[in-house]
Every structure is written in structure tokens, then in C-alpha cells.
């Protein structure tokens, strides 16, 4: 009887601090410990990134093409790739897969195309350049529905390019 009596003392035990120090809901365990960080969407436009973005529409209207709609997590994608050139001090298409790749599943981009530069030290400069490129100017006057731009300088104040295009 007394095995019973201590084993029934033990239970209610239990059962009383497991109680007293539960949840009343799922919204009781939500602390700001719990939220996911989630990627910068502000971009701020330089004069020559606003510059050269406007330039391509224009040209793209004179073709007879659809204006491009800027995004800013495709400038942010555009930055990220020209903080990479400085780091290697070359302009490359390095990790363009993985940049398609995020712009595909987070934006739900069809196709991505890029153009880089680097030296110019104006929009006129850069988006000429381009244009008298066949694969640039291919890139620009793609069937393409949105873009985003970023110019970064290295420490010598040499201009770095990447503009990135996207069709939704």
C-alpha cells in the first residue's frame, strides 16, 4: 500500500509541475528571438545609377520596346556582384548561376541576363559601350520585363558596373 500511496504522491507530482509550467497557447513561445532576419529592399539610387536606368528605357522605347521596371532586390543582387569585382579587382560574370538562381526562386524571374563594365566614369560612357557590344546590346534589348543597377567605385574611385535583367 505504501508502493501505491508513493508511486500515486510521484504522479500527481509530475502532473502538477508539468502543468503549472506550460503554455497556454503557441503565441506564449513567440519571443523576437523567433524572427528570421530578412534581406534589405531599400535601395538608394545614385545619380549615375538613376542615369543609366533611365537611358536603357529610352533607348529600349526608340526600338519599340517595353520600359523596364526597376527593383531594388535586383540592384541589391547588382551591388553584391560589384563588391565581389572590387574585392578581385576584375570585372567578371563570377557566380552569375547563383545570382539567376536567387532572382529565379525569390522574384520568380523566367530568364536573367547581366551586363558589367568597369573604368567609365559616366552613364553615357557605360550604356555606349554596351550598346556597341552585340551580346551587351542583345541583354538590353531582350524580351525582358524588369532590371536593377548598381555602380560601386574601388579605392582608386575607378567605376564598377553590374546591371541585371529579369523577365517576370
Known amino acids: 500500500m505504501r508502493k501505491i500511496t508513493l508511486t500515486g504522491f510521484m504522479l500527481m507530482m509530475c502532473t502538477i509541475l ?4 506550460s503554455k497556454e497557447s503557441l503565441q506564449d513561445e513567440v ?4 524572427q528570421v532576419a530578412t534581406r534589405k529592399i531599400n535601395y538608394d539610387y545614385s545619380e ?3 542615369d543609366i536606368l533611365e537611358q536603357i528605357n529610352v533607348y529600349r522605347k526608340a526600338k519599340g520596346l517595353n520600359e523596364l521596371q526597376s527593383i531594388n532586390d535586383i540592384s541589391i543582387e547588382a551591388e553584391m556582384h560589384d563588391e565581389y569585382m572590387i574585392d578581385q579587382g576584375t570585372p567578371s560574370h563570377d557566380n552569375f548561376a547563383q545570382r539567376a538562381s536567387y532572382l529565379m ?3 520568380g524571374a523566367k530568364t536573367v541576363s ?8 559616366t552613364a553615357d560612357a557605360v550604356v555606349n559601350a554596351w550598346l556597341k557590344s552585340a551580346e551587351h ?5 531582350g524580351n525582358l520585363t524588369h532590371f536593377g543597377i548598381s555602380v560601386r567605385q ?4 575607378k567605376n564598377y558596373f553590374t546591371n541585371i535583367f529579369i523577365k517576370k
Request: charged content about 30%; overall charge negative.
Open 18 to 21: 508539468l502543468t503549472s509550467c
Open 31 to 34: 519571443t523576437p528571438y523567433d
Open 48 to 50: 549615375i545609377e538613376v
Open 105 to 107: 526562386n525569390e522574384l
Open 114 to 121: 547581366e551586363n558589367v563594365a568597369y573604368g567609365y566614369r
Open 137 to 141: 546590346r542583345h541583354n538590353i534589348e
Open 154 to 157: 574601388d579605392a582608386e574611385g
